[in-house]
């Protein structure tokens, strides 16, 4: 089989850079890589977004998802092309279950007390408090870093925790992931659930839920193991 394309899916409260310190390594390794702006308005919607680009590639594709961005990996990992998933801190629903289901089985992250609404047309946005962005979000990237992406996160429109997943993708697709283990805005209890349920291979990295800047090397190299699965 043909080396696959990556393709990279950003989470809420963040956009394609998210994956700034991963995609070089790619790159580097002569890997195609794919990283497209998600709406971040409802999951199914997300998902079909998604699988827009991933109709567009031609041969295997190793779709990746953080955060949020792994219920959308989910859903629309069920295309054809789509031969492997990478969950990186991530939710991983059940078909017909929504985001906000898997979330209230466990204790609440500082998350929760962490979101400003913004009323909009359509509902509700919601972000990050700026003064609350680097502790729950990357507690361990520096300051000046976590400061940007605080400033330039991408809103979650509030609907999206309550849209029941259409598909999933794991139960036909191999799927790695990584949980992290000091994670303030997604349970890692939320993630291990998912991920054992899934029968995702996974291993924990002591990160924040920023893996991506957190734990680039851990990341890449599991990128670098899905790709060489599919590939082989």
């Given at each position: ?32 890589v794919l990283a497209p702006a998600v709406p971040n308005r409802a999951l199914n919607e997300d998902a079909a977004a998604v699988s827009s680009v991933l109709a567009t590639i031609e041969g295997p594709v ?171």
């Amino acid at each position: 089989m043909s080396q696959p394309t990556v393709v990279l899916i950003h989470g809420a409260f963040a956009d394609a850079s998210s994956y700034g310190p991963v995609i070089p390594h790619l790159l580097g390794d002569g890997i195609r890589v794919l990283a497209p702006a998600v709406p971040n308005r409802a999951l199914n919607e997300d998902a079909a977004a998604v699988s827009s680009v991933l109709a567009t590639i031609e041969g295997p594709v190793v779709l990746v998802g953080h955060s949020y961005g792994c219920a959308v990996a989910t859903v629309a990992g069920t295309a054809d092309n789509v031969m492997s998933l990478v969950y990186l801190a991530g939710f991983v629903p059940e078909e017909g279950e929504a985001l906000g289901e898997l979330q209230d089985r466990f204790a609440p992250s500082d998350l929760a007390t962490s979101l400003v609404p913004t009323p909009t047309a359509d509902g509700v946005d919601l972000t990050v408090d700026l003064d609350k962005f680097h502790a729950v979000f990357a507690a361990d990237v520096d300051a000046s870093t976590a400061a940007v992406l605080a400033v330039t996160q991408r809103p979650l429109a509030g609907a999206a925790f309550g849209d029941p997943a259409r598909a999933a993708a794991w139960k036909t697709k191999p799927a790695w992931g990584v949980v992290a283990a000091q994670d303030h805005a997604i349970n890692p209890d939320v993630q291990r659930y998912g991920y054992q349920r899934a029968g995702v291979s996974a291993i924990e990295a002591d990160s924040s839920h920023l893996v991506m800047f957190a734990q680039p090397t851990v990341v890449t190299d599991l990128i670098r193991k899905a790709v060489t699965s599919v590939a082989e």
